[in-house]
Structures are given as structure tokens and as C-alpha cells.
């Protein structure tokens, strides 16, 4: 059912859901548009639309082919809308959904095309905040680029800064997604340009191995992970394409690419990723399936074991849920507000590599089921050490038939004779 949108524009139907709001496809006095029209706890608080009109200006001025473009911004009564240009096409968390990796010539085009959207933004000094997958729109229309991509757009400017208002958030309070949190973030220093840089070398990673480096398990230990884990290197990967990615996820903001380095940089390595497959390589386990596979390993030593089967007949990626055990909600709403780890918190995590991705089939030296195989085979050695060491006691003990007295040494008296 069609809805008006202040006096120029009206929703006709919903293209999907997020965490800030809903996504219609509308029409306006230029022709078809797409309209966010946001929460109502949002747009209810008078001071978080006085804040965002503010930001009016700057959120119209951001022209560029790579940006999602915002057309207008309607507060009326109890709408707030965000009225932006409609790009024909998909999300990138679809497509990740459906291919699970990309060959890297494609996912370098992808992540360049974002690179050069977020350059212009930075330019009008205006930081994202929330780049991630659901925020890269695929123009379907779009010419196709190196490696079969559909050209990249980023939206949502000013979401992320809307939600994190002083009023809804203190300086304790962690916004954004989990898995592509800048380090600096998490320990609660103010953003800038490299947090963007950082979560789209995330997205990068992803889109090349089809999991986030640091992702996994409860977003508490996600975190920590950004904070004290270096990142694991991906087998296959090209040298030069890998040494640019641990440069954009390095822990110091300053060590990091600017936008339009990083843009340019990918250009230049695009050519030479021509022709190269999607990796072939296993996912890392999880701190909770890592748990999970030493108690199976322990149940087949005593008798046979029987999984359950997951509910929707599959592993469930991408973003990590809030609360422990609970699922994702349907509608990718994955930006949220969480407490920042105190020093402790972070310090009491591992220091070393993340955990470590393999080659497809190779088992991951130090998970829970190498952990038993090398306990089972320290076992097995002392076992047969023990074995060995008691037949030569018995051999010892009972196994010489030879007589005493016809032992050398052995002192023989002449039998009596009668």
C-alpha cells in the first residue's frame, strides 16, 4: 500500500529491512527513488533531527559515481527519511551469500570502486562508520568490470552518525558491527578516515576467503580479536595483494592507506589477478567448535557419536548475533551498540596470529582436533612403551629355560653315590 512521504514523495513498496530503518521504492518529482525511512524511536528525538539536518548540507554535496547519492531529507511529523538515488541491483552480502568467495580480480574491482566512493567522502570530511557488505550496493545495469564485477556503489552516509548520537550513546559504547571494527574504535578513541580504510580491508578479506579475519564466536571475543590478534595470512593469495591488506588491517590508524591510495594501489595490482580462481581454502574453526569437536573426538573413543543437525542444513556466516547462541535476525540487522572492553579485558586475550586459515582438506595445527590426535598419539607411543617394557621384565622373570647349575659361575657338587 502506497504511503506519502512528506508533500513530494511516496513509498509504494518495501525493498528491505536494516537496522536504522526500512528501504521503499518510491517516486518523486525526478522519477523513481529510493526512500529510507527511518525507526521512529529516531525520528521521535527531537534533538537527533535537529543534529541530522545539520547535516544536510554535507550529506547532499557528496556527488560522486561511486556514492549512492542522497536526494533529500524529509522530516515530517513522525517521518525521517533519507530520499537517495535507486540503484538497480543487489547488496553484496547477497552475492557473498550466494558465491561464498569471489576470484580476486573481481573482489579487488568491488573494493577499488568502494575506495574511491569513500576518498570523496573523506574529502568533505565526512567518515562512514559502517562499511560492510549490506552497505556496498551492485549496480546490475551497470557495464561489468574485471573479473565479471558489477560496479560498486557505497551507501548510508550518516546512518552510523545518526544512531551515535550524544544522547543515545555514551563514551562506554561501541558502535558498529562487530566484524569490522577499527581497533581504535573498540578502545573507544574518536573515529577517522582509517576506520573506513580498516573495515573495507576487512571487506576485502571476506570477499577473497568468505569469512571475516577476526569474525567468529561472541562479539565479545570478536573485538579482542581486532585489538591484540595479527591477522592470518590466506594461502594462495598473491604476495602483493596480500602485503596491501595487512598494511589497510594494521592495529595503528597511522600505518594504514588513505582511501585514495588504497584506490589506487588495487588499481594498479588488478591486471596481474586476471584469470586467477576464487581460493580454495577451509574456514578457521570457532573457539566454540573448536570446544565442540574436542568433546566429539572424546565420545568416539568411548562409542559412537551422533550430531545433531543444524536447523537450516548448514553453517551460518557473516555477521555474528549479540547474545551468545542466539541467531541473526533476519533482516541483517547487524549495527548495534556494545560496551568498550576495559584494558584487562583486551590484555586477556591471545596475542598472537587469528585464527589461522588452511588450505582446503588440511587440518589447522593447534585446533581442538589436532589437540587430541597429538594427545592420542602421545598415548599410543606411551603405551607401547609400557608394553615393550613389561614382556622383557617377563622374559626376565620366566622366560630363560636354562638350568642354574649350567650357568657359568655356577658352583656343582658330585651327587652322592650309594
Known amino acids: 500500500m502506497a504511503r506519502k512521504i512528506g508533500s513530494r514523495y511516496t513509498a509504494h513498496q518495501i525493498l528491505g529491512r536494516g537496522s536504522a530503518g526500512t528501504v521503499w ?6 522519477g523513481a527513488v529510493a526512500i529510507k525511512l527511518l525507526r521512529e524511536d529516531l525520528a521521535s528525538d527531537q534533538e537527533l533531527v535537529g543534529r ?81 557488505p549490506e552497505n556496498v550496493l551492485l549496480d546490475m545495469e551497470g557495464p561489468l568490470g ?34 569490522y571494527l577499527a581497533p581504535e574504535i573498540i578502545e573507544g578513541l574518536p573515529p577517522r578516515a582509517s576506520v573506513d580504510v580498516y573495515a573495507l580491508a576487512t571487506v576485502l578479506y571476506e570477499l577473497l576467503a568468505g569469512f571475516t579475519p577476526f569474525g567468529g564466536g561472541h562479539p565479545g571475543a570478536v573485538l579482542r580479536r581486532h585489538v591484540t590478534e595479527r591477522v592470518a595470512p590466506l594461502p594462495g593469495i598473491p604476495d602483493e595483494l596480500w602485503q596491501l ?7 595503528a590508524p597511522a600505518s594504514r592507506l588513505r582511501a585514495p591510495e588504497l584506490a589506487a594501489r588495487l588499481r594498479e595490482i588488478q591486471p596481474s589477478l586476471a584469470g586467477i580462481p576464487p581460493l580454495d581454502i577451509d574456514e578457521p574453526e570457532s573457539e566454540e567448535e573448536a570446544d565442540e569437536a574436542a568433546g566429539q573426538d572424546a565420545v568416539r573413543e568411548d562409542g559412537p557419536y551422533h550430531p545433531a543437525a543444524p536447523e537450516d542444513g548448514g553453517r551460518v556466516r557473516g555477521a555474528v548475533p549479540l547474545v551468545h547462541g542466539a541467531a541473526p535476525d533476519s ?21 598472537g596470529t587469528a585464527r589461522t586459515p588452511r588450505a582446503a582438506g588440511e587440518r589447522r595445527a593447534g585446533s581442538a582436533r589436532h589437540r587430541v590426535r597429538k594427545r592420542r598419539v602421545r598415548l599410543g607411543v606411551a603405551a607401547a612403551g609400557l608394553v615393550a617394557v613389561a614382556g622383557l621384565t617377563t622374559w626376565l622373570v620366566s622366560g630363560d629355560d636354562t638350568p642354574d647349575d649350567a650357568r657359568p659361575g655356577t658352583e656343582q657338587t658330585a651327587p652322592d653315590v650309594p
Request: aromatic share 2%; hydrophobic share 45%; charged share 25%.
Open 331 to 351: 533482516n541483517r540487522e547487524t549495527h548495534t551498540s556494545m560496551r568498550v572492553p576495559g584494558p584487562d579485558e583486551l590484555a586477556g586475550g591471545a596475542h
Open 25 to 30: 521504492l518510491g517516486e518523486g518529482p525526478e
Open 146 to 179: 574485471p573479473g565479471g564485477a558489477h560496479p560498486a556503489l557505497l551507501t548510508d552516509f550518516g546512518i552510523a552518525r545518526l544512531v551515535d548520537s550524544p544522547r543515545r550513546t555514551r563514551s562506554t559504547r561501541v558502535i558498529g558491527t562487530p566484524d
Open 245 to 251: 591488506l595487512v598494511q589497510c588491517l594494521a592495529k
Open 52 to 132: 541530522f539536518v545539520q547535516e544536510r548540507a554535507a550529506l547532499l554535496s557528496l556527488d560522486h559515481p561511486r556514492v549512492v547519492g542522497v536526494r533529500d531529507l524529509v522530516v515530517d511529523g513522525n517521518d525521517l527519511a533519507l530520499v537517495m538515488d535507486l540503484v538497480r541491483g543487489t547488496d553484496l552480502r547477497t552475492r557473498l551469500d550466494a558465491q561464498r568467495r569471489l576470484a580476486p580480480e573481481a573482489a579487488v574491482a568491488i573494493v577499488a570502486d568502494v575506495a574511491e566512493g569513500l576518498a570523496a567522502a573523506h574529502a568533505a570530511r565526512i567518515v562512514h562508520r559502517d562499511v560492510k
